[in-house]
């Protein structure tokens, strides 16, 4: 088993940056690959960034490509994800998930409970 907690969220006006920070215990983390997904009230579960067991390939969503900054320390038991330029889109809840590197829900096996993230204009 694995448990993950996310914190970090909070209301930003738009432009603005936010850090979210996914702490990892139980079963060896680096052993894992980590996502980080989101969800937006009435919106299905979306995919936002992954990172490889060792941080060596990263994947992003078109829609944070360029904004949005993964990465992992191993030796904390954590991954981040650096949000920048963020957008009123933006606002939803932000989950990490470990398991295998996939730009779906169903590629992980274990699940935070989430961190609220509100964007305003």
């Known amino acids: 088993q694995v448990q993950l907690v996310e914190s970090g969220g909070g209301l930003v006006q738009a432009g603005g940056s936010l850090r979210l920070s996914c702490a990892a215990s139980?079963?060896?983390?680096?052993?894992?690959?980590m996502g980080w997904f989101r969800q937006a009230p009435g919106k299905e579960r979306e995919f936002v960034a992954a990172i490889t067991w060792s941080g060596g390939s990263k994947y992003y969503a078109d829609y944070v490509k360029g904004r949005f900054t993964i990465s992992r320390d191993n030796a904390k038991n954590t991954v981040y994800l650096q949000m920048n330029s963020l957008k009123r889109e933006d606002t939803a809840v932000y989950y990490c998930?470990?398991?295998?590197?996939?730009?779906?829900?169903?590629?992980?096996?274990?699940w935070g409970q989430g961190t609220q993230v509100t964007v305003s204009s």
């Open positions: 998930a470990a398991g295998s590197v996939a730009s779906t829900p169903n590629g992980y096996n274990y």
């Open positions: 139980g079963r060896t983390f680096s052993y894992y690959s």
